[in-house]
């Protein structure tokens, strides 16, 4: 067994513990300057599917929809699983207008879904429809 001097020891183990710190924060992502994260959407789709529902919640640039169920949905591997009717929150860009729709409102929208990274649910169109119409929620 190897014995080394109290103060060695301390040596190596903060060294070590430097060197594992040094190694963990290489893989950070790169935030602004600000400190905040990029909001654009620059990763291509992974899928897009067309939709209608009704809005339930506007929270900034956030939007949750109650959506019609979608038969053809695929999950990460490509399967088609489907989704059941249910309420899902999605990212909604400057470029995507709120204008003339409300909380209650039906609509068909057409979201991107991106299995990795931030944004992964975007809102890419948005389109009231007319009062009255029939959703399968």
């Known amino acids: 067994m190897l014995r080394l001097p109290l103060a060695s ?3 190596i183990v903060c060294i070590l513990t430097a060197a594992g710190a040094l190694t963990a924060l290489s893989g950070c992502e790169e935030t602004s300057r600000a400190g905040s994260t990029p909001t654009a959407v620059t990763a291509p789709a992974d899928a897009t599917y067309t939709v209608r529902g009704r809005i339930a919640d506007v929270i900034g640039d956030d939007v949750s929809i109650q959506h019609e169920e979608i038969a053809d949905f695929k999950n990460r591997d490509g399967e088609t699983v489907g989704m059941m009717t249910m309420t899902m929150a999605f ?5 995507v207008s709120m204008d003339g729709i409300s909380v209650g409102d039906a609509v068909e929208f057409t979201f991107e879904m991106r299995w990795e990274g931030d944004h992964r649910l975007t809102v890419a169109s948005l389109s009231k429809l007319p009062e009255g119409t029939e959703l399968e929620l």
């Open 9 to 11: 020891a301390f040596s």
């Open 91 to 95: 990212h909604r860009p400057e470029g």
